[in-house]
């Protein structure tokens, strides 16, 4: 397609012929879905063509590789992308036109692939785009869970789940390529025999369980460059349906076994995001996807090159948090058990191959599995982590002479269970955090001990987003105008948008700026009412927060507040006041109680505000039903207002607050995660910041000395809100329907410390910017300035920018141009 040999002619007629053998069926009498299908193929067409090409000039230039090992990736939908990607959006558009189809109504039949939870898979997504985009080589590899994230429906203002089975019509643009299966095995025992040849021993499991791991290959489409990168998703087939004989020998209990092993392995994605369950089945998924993807990746590097000792020059691997940490041991076991090196050479390579990146400081997200589940499930795996840990408490004792308190913080197996960050810490050559804060937070406080030992292995690579994706694709208007005043290179050259300051004090970029905003409004004031049935008001302020649902993120800070100005509206209802829309979009995991509540009450809070009359409309609050990539979309283009308050500390960095900037809305925030450089970018002045500061919250959360109650004694404003949760003001009289809530804040009963999350602590300062919000809207110039600026400061945030420094600073990739 493509500039040089997109053809609209041939593309209706490829539709065509797709639509007449997927379905025997003409175009007239093809469903949306089925016309969905036949124009993905036909684009997959074109995108293979790419992908063969970009194969052989790797081929050529064996360039280094970079390995992207996930258990999420959060890609949404592809049509679309691809079509952006291949430069062929508009063009497809008029030829599906011209065959009487919308391209957006196509690409709404798409199914979101939701293989991932939130900001984490989604940050795996945005990089494999950036990588592909700027010419490296570089696989993602996860699995290929069979339902991803559940949809989320919401039920007399409840959350339930609904499984996501976004296989079930066949999805276009993946490819199984059974040819490169590979065999997982489980269980067992490692049978040691002396080899008298080598004078060494051998280690061999035996007695195991095996699966078969089949790789789907998805095409990652650069922008406007041929190079078509994979992401590499396994799937586990039982050996017995495939062939038995070529492993085993018709055992057929353990056939039995090995099925159901297979059978459930990726039947499903942990709705957990930011917590770890310790699931059995979830380490299954964690070893299964790792010893494929190492398995094909050493098969790989072994075609073309002689010498395993070049694996560091020519492979690296980067864990996406701690999930796919067994890559360290699994390395480990094929260097020695497969190609019989000894430890030494072994850990040498391994060193040099792995790095590791931390999204989280929230001690619930640890994982820390128990040592009697990990050798049962892994011995020969468990085996080498022992030896790994017996190594390190040396190396401990040797730095630290007598410290037993190092080794108790810092061993990889200590009070019966394997820790997962040690191990990722100690076998990798790089630690990252993802953002400036959060890496200080990592130095300072949860890894000291590691960065005091490793100071060197320690760095920072603050997130970023897909522009391509995030305005290109989800705001045309704004990517229009954009081009219009500053030309296109920000496609591919965030740090264009710079240019668009001087059109900060212009009246009439400042008019088309929010013109563009209120169309945006407008058609999410339309996706409101026809899935909330609620009538929202695009000339009132639209405040934002989407993300996961989670007490640190403190979500219940901001409907709290909402209640707070309703009373406020109530009681003085001739204050001047400006009409504004709450709008949430939120999962919760499936297991999370409080989360869960807190959807119940936002929900609670809508019904009684939007239907009370006697307001005028100046409050509306609107929950988003399944929050995904595709509406996310949407929702960044329409917001006038960034909710981004978590307790300072908590969020590693936020991607969304970086959404949100590009397409111009404000942030209201606290000084954390990414929110820090945000400011520091957009100034002071074109932002809303509150609160506790990280060293404030790390500081009570050390010494103590905090007291909610404080605040419930001595501000009204707070009591009554508080006690609303208590007194049925909004569950219809009920009073224990947010009694936990109410609990949570105050009473020290319920968790360690009431109010975990300093919610009582930040409230006021929080209303008091929320007035600063109101005052600064009413000033049109003044509000178009600030939300222009917030899109013009935002180039720092592209993952093109985070990708290029992984590569110069962590992994040093060769840059490739297909010729
Ligand atoms: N994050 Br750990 C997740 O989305 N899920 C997780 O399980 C863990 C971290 C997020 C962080 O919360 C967020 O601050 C960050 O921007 C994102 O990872 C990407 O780094």
């Given at each position: 397609?493509?500039?040089?040999?997109?053809?609209?002619?041939?593309?209706?007629?490829?539709?065509?012929?797709?639509?007449?053998?997927?379905?025997?069926?003409?175009?007239?009498?093809?469903?949306?879905?089925?016309?969905?299908?036949?124009?993905?193929?036909?684009?997959?067409?074109?995108?293979?063509?790419?992908?063969?090409?970009?194969?052989?000039?790797?081929?050529?230039?064996?360039?280094?590789?970079?390995?992207?090992?996930?258990?999420?990736?959060?890609?949404?939908?592809?049509?679309?992308?691809?079509?952006?990607?291949?430069?062929?959006?508009?063009?497809?558009?008029?030829?599906?036109?011209?065959?009487?189809?919308?391209?957006?109504?196509?690409?709404?039949?798409?199914?979101?692939?939701?293989?991932?939870?939130?900001?984490?898979?989604?940050?795996?997504?945005?990089?494999?785009?950036?990588?592909?985009?700027?010419?490296?080589?570089?696989?993602?590899?996860?699995?290929?869970?069979?339902?991803?994230?559940?949809?989320?429906?919401?039920?007399?203002?409840?959350?339930?789940?609904?499984?996501?089975?976004?296989?079930?019509?066949?999805?276009?643009?993946?490819?199984?390529?059974?040819?490169?299966?590979?065999?997982?095995?489980?269980?067992?025992?490692?049978?040691?025999?002396?080899?008298?040849?080598?004078?060494?021993?051998?280690?061999?499991?035996?007695?195991?369980?095996?699966?078969?791991?089949?790789?789907?290959?998805?095409?990652?489409?650069?922008?406007?460059?041929?190079?078509?990168?994979?992401?590499?998703?396994?799937?586990?087939?039982?050996?017995?349906?495939?062939?038995?004989?070529?492993?085993?020998?018709?055992?057929?209990?353990?056939?039995?076994?090995?099925?159901?092993?297979?059978?459930?392995?990726?039947?499903?994605?942990?709705?957990?995001?930011?917590?770890?369950?310790?699931?059995?089945?979830?380490?299954?998924?964690?070893?299964?996807?790792?010893?494929?993807?190492?398995?094909?990746?050493?098969?790989?590097?072994?075609?073309?090159?002689?010498?395993?000792?070049?694996?560091?020059?020519?492979?690296?691997?980067?864990?996406?948090?701690?999930?796919?940490?067994?890559?360290?041991?699994?390395?480990?076991?094929?260097?020695?058990?497969?190609?019989?090196?000894?430890?030494?050479?072994?850990?040498?390579?391994?060193?040099?191959?792995?790095?590791?990146?931390?999204?989280?400081?929230?001690?619930?997200?640890?994982?820390?599995?128990?040592?009697?589940?990990?050798?049962?499930?892994?011995?020969?795996?468990?085996?080498?982590?022992?030896?790994?840990?017996?190594?390190?408490?040396?190396?401990?004792?040797?730095?630290?002479?007598?410290?037993?308190?190092?080794?108790?913080?810092?061993?990889?197996?200590?009070?019966?269970?394997?820790?997962?960050?040690?191990?990722?810490?100690?076998?990798?050559?790089?630690?990252?955090?993802?953002?400036?804060?959060h890496t200080e937070i990592l130095k300072k406080q949860e890894l000291k001990d590691f960065y005091e030992m490793y100071p060197d292995k320690f760095n920072n690579k603050t997130n970023g987003i897909t522009q391509r994706r995030f305005l290109l694709h989800g705001n045309p208007l704004l990517a229009d105008w954009v081009t219009d005043h500053i030309g296109d290179g920000w496609v591919t050259d965030l740090a264009q948008l710079s240019k668009l300051k001087v059109y900060a004090d212009d009246k009439k970029a400042q008019q088309e700026f929010m013109n563009i905003k209120y169309q945006n409004k407008v058609r999410l004031a339309k996706y409101i009412l026809e899935h909330n049935g609620i009538e929202v008001d695009p000339r009132s302020i639209f405040d934002v927060q989407v993300k996961r649902l989670h007490e640190y993120k403190r979500q219940l800070m901001n409907i709290l507040h909402v209640m707070y100005l309703y009373n406020q509206i109530k009681e003085h209802p001739e204050m001047d006041f400006y009409p504004r829309t709450f709008i949430f979009g939120a999962k919760a995991a499936a297991g999370y109680v409080r989360a869960k509540l807190t959807i119940k009450l936002i929900n609670a809070v809508a019904d009684v505000v939007n239907n009370d009359r006697s307001i005028n409309g100046k409050l509306k609050v609107v929950f988003i039903e399944n929050y995904r990539v595709s509406n996310a979309e949407m929702i960044f283009a329409a917001a006038d207002v960034s909710e981004q308050i978590s307790t300072a500390s908590k969020e590693a960095s936020g991607t969304g607050n970086m959404k949100f900037m590009l397409n111009g809305a404000v942030t209201i925030g606290t000084m954390d995660g990414a929110n820090v450089e945000i400011v520091e970018e957009v100034g002071q002045e074109n932002a809303f910041i509150f609160g506790l500061s990280s060293d404030e919250v790390i500081n009570y959360e050390n010494n103590g000395g905090y007291n909610p109650m404080q605040y419930f004694n001595n501000d009204p404003d707070i009591r009554n809100v508080l006690m609303q949760l208590i007194n049925g003001t909004y569950s219809n009289g009920d009073f224990e329907l947010f009694r936990d809530i109410y609990d949570s804040l105050l009473n020290t009963k319920s968790s360690d410390r009431a109010d975990t999350y300093f919610i009582l602590a930040d409230f006021k300062a929080y209303a008091e910017a929320q007035k600063r919000v109101e005052e600064a809207y009413k000033d049109e110039a003044g509000w178009a300035k600030k939300a222009l600026l917030n899109t013009a400061c935002s180039g720092k945030f592209t993952s093109d920018r985070t990708i290029q420094q992984y590569v110069d600073e962590i992994w040093h990739l060769d840059k490739v141009t297909i010729e």
């Open positions: 397609m493509l500039d040089n040999h997109f053809k609209k002619e041939e593309f209706k007629k490829s539709v065509k012929e797709n639509v007449k053998m997927l379905y025997r069926k003409t175009i007239e009498e093809a469903s949306q879905e089925q016309i969905f299908q036949a124009v993905s193929l036909a684009v997959k067409d074109v995108i293979i063509d790419n992908w063969l090409l970009t194969q052989k000039q790797y081929e050529k230039d064996d360039p280094k590789i970079v390995y992207y090992l996930s258990m999420e990736f959060l890609m949404g939908r592809a049509l679309g992308n691809n079509l952006i990607n291949l430069c062929a959006y508009n063009e497809v558009k008029e030829a599906l036109e011209e065959l009487g189809f919308d391209l957006n109504v196509i690409e709404d039949q798409e199914p979101d692939p939701a293989l991932g939870n939130g900001g984490l898979g989604r940050l795996a997504a945005c990089f494999l785009d950036s990588l592909a985009t700027l010419g490296y080589c570089a696989y993602g590899c996860g699995i290929r869970y069979h339902y991803g994230l559940f949809k989320q429906k919401i039920e007399n203002g409840f959350q339930v789940e609904v499984p996501d089975n976004w296989l079930k019509d066949g999805y276009p643009f993946e490819l199984r390529r059974p040819e490169y299966a590979k065999e997982v095995k489980f269980g067992g025992y490692v049978k040691v025999e002396y080899d008298p040849a080598t004078g060494r021993n051998n280690f061999v499991q035996e007695g195991y369980q095996s699966v078969l791991a089949i790789p789907y290959d998805m095409p990652i489409v650069g922008y406007n460059n041929k190079i078509v990168n994979t992401l590499r998703i396994w799937d586990a087939q039982a050996i017995s349906e495939f062939q038995l004989d070529l492993f085993d020998k018709g055992d057929y209990r353990k056939a039995v076994e090995q099925e159901n092993l297979a059978k459930n392995i990726c039947d499903v994605l942990y709705p957990n995001d930011n917590h770890y369950a310790g699931k059995e089945l979830r380490l299954k998924q964690q070893y299964f996807f790792i010893s494929a993807s190492i398995q094909a990746a050493i098969e790989k590097f072994k075609k073309s090159h002689s010498d395993l000792h070049d694996l560091p020059k020519k492979v690296t691997f980067q864990l996406n948090d701690t999930h796919p940490t067994m890559t360290v041991a699994e390395l480990m076991r094929i260097l020695l058990d497969e190609e019989g090196m000894t430890w030494e050479e072994a850990w040498e390579i391994t060193t040099h191959t792995c790095a590791y990146t931390n999204h989280t400081i929230m001690a619930e997200a640890l994982e820390k599995w128990p040592i009697e589940l990990f050798s049962k499930l892994l011995p020969r795996i468990y085996q080498i982590i022992e030896e790994i840990n017996r190594r390190f408490i040396q190396e401990i004792n040797n730095k630290y002479p007598g410290n037993q308190e190092k080794v108790r913080k810092m061993a990889i197996i200590y009070d019966g269970q394997v820790k997962m960050a040690h191990l990722a810490i100690a076998g990798g050559y790089s630690v990252n955090g993802v953002a400036r804060l």
